[in-house]
Each structure stands twice: as C-alpha cells, then as structure tokens.
C-alpha cells in the first residue's frame, strides 16, 4: 500500500520560504503514469491544488500560485518537496501531499498524506 | 471561494439516505468528469467516487455519484455512523488547466 508523508516547518514568517517534503513509501515517484501532486486546504476553506512533477520532471503549475512555486523530485530517497516564495498570511493553511493517477477518462489523486499545517506568522 | 460550490452541511440518520449537490460551469463539470473525495477527521482524504459514477474497489456501493449539465451530486444511501465526515467534489478546470475542488460538505450523522 502506497503511504505519502509530508514533513517541513510549520511555523513560517511572512516573505520567507516554505518548504515541505512528501516522503512516499510503497510506491516509486520513478514509476510511469503518476504525478506528484500539493495540494492545500485554508482554515475555513476548500482545497487548491498548488502543482505537479511527474516521474520525468515534467511539471504543471496553478497559474494564481505559479511565480513563487518550486517543486522537485528526488529520485534516490523517493520524494519530492515544494517550495513556495514570499509567503504571506492567505499561505495559511494544511498541505497535502498527493498521487495523481489517471482512472478511465478521470485524473485523481488516489492516495494522500495526512497533511501538515503550515502557519505564516511573525 | 471555492470554483465549485457545495453545502457547508449535510445531515442524517443513520438508514436514511442523503445527497450532497456540487454545483460548477461550462469549463469544468459539464465539459470534464467529476470525482469525489471523503475525509474523516484525522484521516488522509480519500477517493470515493471518479468518472461522475464510478467507485474504486473497496468502496461499499452505498456511495454513488451522479452528473447532469453544470451539477454533480453524490447520494449515501443507508447512512451509518461512520460515514461522518467531509466530502469534496473536483473536476478539472479548463481555464485553470488543472483540477478545482468544491469547499467540502460537513456531513453530520445524527
């Protein structure tokens, strides 16, 4: 069974960097037809999906969030991390690391981690 | 403000029957499939429904979704205790070129 978790500050200042790690297990992030997604959640809000890298690098971003994303994979330790700019108050919110995985004509995200709250905050 | 709208709350008895209603447009529900997602607090989210009315192994078949137009809906039939939790609809977006959820619905089992 595919596991994902996430690990990374959780208290950042406004105008830093986050960074978070998904750490997959039960799966390769090397293996062909999956992408790599974030995904987060807002206090009192619904989910946004933040951006993907899939098993070749290859990458697709939400364009809101597009200028301040940074997200790589590391093949040899099975992860890949994320990286979001200039935070502010409105990053606020639980991260979600997810697979992408394409069932019939749907794209979906078939396993998740538990998710790790960030909060930006001085 | 989510892309998709959905009820904050939903409620139930347990053995009664319940819809959540997901509401969208033109470049997302009507034109792309719709999936759905429960989470249990504390838990991971995880796949209920894909393809506007399919569920993935392991998914009692008291879960099932259905599509018309703009609108998706997701029924709970037979509702027990454990289905307590939130539920999110996602479709992909073609402005956004990836996937917009719904706020999530709080579904209550009284």
């Known amino acids: 069974q595919l596991q994902l978790q996430e690990s990374g500050s959780g208290l950042v200042k406004p105008s830093q960097t986050l960074s978070l790690t998904c750490a997959v297990s039960?799966?390769?992030?090397?293996?062909?037809?999956?992408?790599w997604n974030w995904i987060r959640q807002p206090p009192g809000k619904g989910l946004e999906w933040i951006v993907y890298i899939s098993h070749t690098g290859s990458t697709s971003y939400n364009p809101s969030l597009r200028s301040r994303i940074s997200i790589s994979l590391d093949r040899s330790k099975n992860q890949f991390s994320l990286q979001l700019s200039s935070v502010t108050a409105a990053d606020t919110a639980v991260y979600y690391c997810?697979?992408?995985?394409?069932?019939?004509?749907?794209?979906?995200?078939?396993?998740w981690g538990q998710g790790t709250m960030v909060t930006v905050s001085s | 403000q989510s892309v998709l709208t959905q009820p904050p709350s939903a409620s139930g008895t347990p053995g009664q029957r319940v819809t959540i209603s997901c509401s969208g447009s033109?470049?997302?529900?009507?034109?792309?499939?719709v999936d759905w997602y429960q989470r249990v607090p504390g838990t991971a989210p995880k796949l209920l429904i894909y393809?506007?009315?399919q569920r993935p192994s392991g998914v009692p078949n008291r879960f099932s979704g259905s599509k018309s137009g703009t609108s998706a809906s997701l029924a709970i039939s037979g509702l027990q205790s454990e289905d307590e939790a939130d539920y999110y609809c996602a479709a992909r977006d073609a402005s956004l070129n990836g996937p917009v959820f719904g706020g999530g619905t709080k579904l209550t089992v009284l």
């Open positions: 033109s470049s997302n529900i009507e034109t792309n499939t």
């Open positions: 393809n506007d009315n």
């Open positions: 997810a697979r992408g995985a394409a069932i019939g004509t749907s794209d979906v995200f078939d396993f």
């Open positions: 039960g799966g390769s992030v090397k293996s062909a037809g999956y992408s």
